[in-house]
């Protein structure tokens, strides 16, 4: 069943969706690190580690939700999406848990050990050649005519309210682990790439901490959900060249804005070098492997685009597929 492009999933849906996915997903870390915390001169400062989350990312909570509620001959059928990585990895998972079948279109220049692990999980993956058109573009119009063609079902890696309400575990459980280490947050930075995590994780966010200011987090060129949210209506952005491969949506969807814009939301953009900054810190100082699009809400709390000063400070990491021989150029001569 296809739901509203524009339905703001509710509390009592994210708190379903989260009683089913808890049991498929990792309890990932919430990290206190006192170093950054006196760093940045927060009160607390705490870092939601998803980047441990099963096939090395966030995705897994939604696509995992999106699949159980879908028909029983559209799970026989199976589904075709379009992802350059991170939300193929958990489909694919979440597709092989579930006995249904996934085939991924991913952008030709997508990262192979993505490709790889998205292949390993059982899926079929066609590759797209995005030419001069924005990759997402081009990957989304091959779905569609592989849906169209097979009888498969499309599913958006991000445009939809039943993932936006998946991804919202997210946030549940980082209260859940708040609640646990007592205390609640002031200040939450996510990364936002089609805003999916954003949307479900604010909605959590908001309906337990009204007070709370919630951020979040683009590449500079790739700030569509920031622009959209400053702007009130979705805006379409340039793009440009960024290290953050998962964060290149050049406009938010109807979903995720209208998840965003309903739980207050503010936009932020931080360039590669504060991201390839916050991959070192987070790997020096809290053990972490991020990939640059997992790190980009790290890297605004490090680089002072919020004052953090006596506030209770969550970060979103997001995800942690990258190879090693890229993770060593990006933090290469980069000191802390």
Aim: proline content about 5%; overall charge negative.
């Amino acid at each position: 069943m296809t739901p509203s492009a524009t339905e703001v999933p509710t509390p009592q849906v994210l708190a379903a969706a989260y009683a089913v996915t808890r049991a498929a997903t990792r309890r990932t870390p919430l990290l206190e690190a006192e170093g950054l915390a006196a760093q940045t001169g927060a009160a607390r400062f705490f870092v939601k580690a998803e980047n441990l989350q099963w096939a090395g990312s966030f995705k897994l909570r939604g696509a995992y939700w999106r699949l159980i509620c879908l028909e029983p001959e559209e799970k026989r059928r199976g589904v075709v999406a379009y992802s350059s990585g991170n939300f193929a990895q958990g489909l694919a998972l979440a597709g092989r848990e579930l006995g249904v079948p996934v085939t991924i279109v991913m952008p030709i220049d997508a990262p192979e050990m993505k490709r790889q692990a998205t292949e390993g999980f059982g899926a079929r993956v066609i590759l797209s050649d995005h030419g001069a058109r924005p990759r997402e573009e081009a990957a989304s119009t091959l779905a569609r005519e592989v849906a169209a063609r097979e009888g498969l079902t499309l599913l958006h890696p991000f445009d939809d309210p039943k993932i936006v309400a998946g991804q919202g575990g997210a946030g549940l459980e980082a209260l859940e682990q708040m609640a646990e280490a007592g205390t609640v947050p002031d200040v939450v930075l996510c990364p936002v790439g089609g805003g999916g995590l954003m949307g479900g994780l604010a909605l959590a966010i908001r309906a337990a901490c009204p007070d709370a200011a919630i951020y979040g987090v683009e590449p500079v060129g790739y700030d569509g959900m920031g622009a959209s949210l400053r702007a009130g209506s979705r805006q379409r952005v340039s793009g440009g060249v960024t290290i953050c491969d998962a964060l290149q949506a050049t406009m938010p969807g109807e979903a995720t804005f209208a998840a965003c814009q309903a739980a207050g939301v503010q936009g932020l953009a931080v360039d590669d070098a504060a991201v390839t900054r916050a991959m070192l810190v987070a790997f020096e100082g809290l053990k972490l492997v991020l990939e640059p699009s997992g790190a980009v809400a790290l890297a605004a709390a490090l680089s002072g685009h919020v004052d953090l000063t006596g506030r209770r400070v969550l970060v979103l990491a997001t995800g942690g597929n990258i190879p090693f021989a890229r993770f060593q150029t990006c933090i290469e001569g980069i000191s802390v």
